[in-house]
């Protein structure tokens, strides 16, 4: 059982920037996948970012250029940074740990990201 914790959530003016963070309890260190997924109000939760056990990432276009997600596998977390934030990109911000070869999947509680002037 992996629990996820999320933090660096708030509120921030358009063109700010915030840093997100996932602490994982115990290790996920080459077994997991890691991912930011988000969720509006009305809309779908969405893949924001994910990287994998080899380090590989990939985006959603919408934050290419603007996020950037890293993992630190002797602390067990997992960051989020991102920079010229918009009011789209408001939302509730999830970590997601994906074990590989295997269907284990974990959610954290969520963080709030608003974006308003």
């Known amino acids: 059982q992996v629990q996820l914790v999320e933090s660096g959530g708030g509120l921030v003016q358009p063109g700010g920037s915030l840093r997100l963070s996932c602490a994982a309890s115990?290790?996920?260190?080459?077994?997991?996948?890691m991912g930011w997924y988000r969720q509006a109000p009305g809309k779908q939760r969405e893949l924001v970012a994910r990287?994998?056990?080899?380090?590989?990432?990939n985006y959603a276009d919408s934050v290419k250029g603007r996020f950037t997600i890293s993992r630190d596998n002797a602390k067990n977390t997992v960051d989020l940074q991102m920079n010229s934030l918009k009011a789209d990109d408001t939302a509730v911000y999830y970590c997601?740990?994906?074990?590989?070869?295997?269907?284990?999947?974990?959610w954290g509680q969520g963080t709030q990201v608003t974006v308003s002037s």
């Open positions: 997601n740990a994906d074990r590989i070869m295997s269907k284990y999947n974990y």
């Open positions: 990287i994998t056990v080899g380090g590989s990432t």
């Open positions: 115990g290790s996920i260190f080459s077994i997991y996948h």
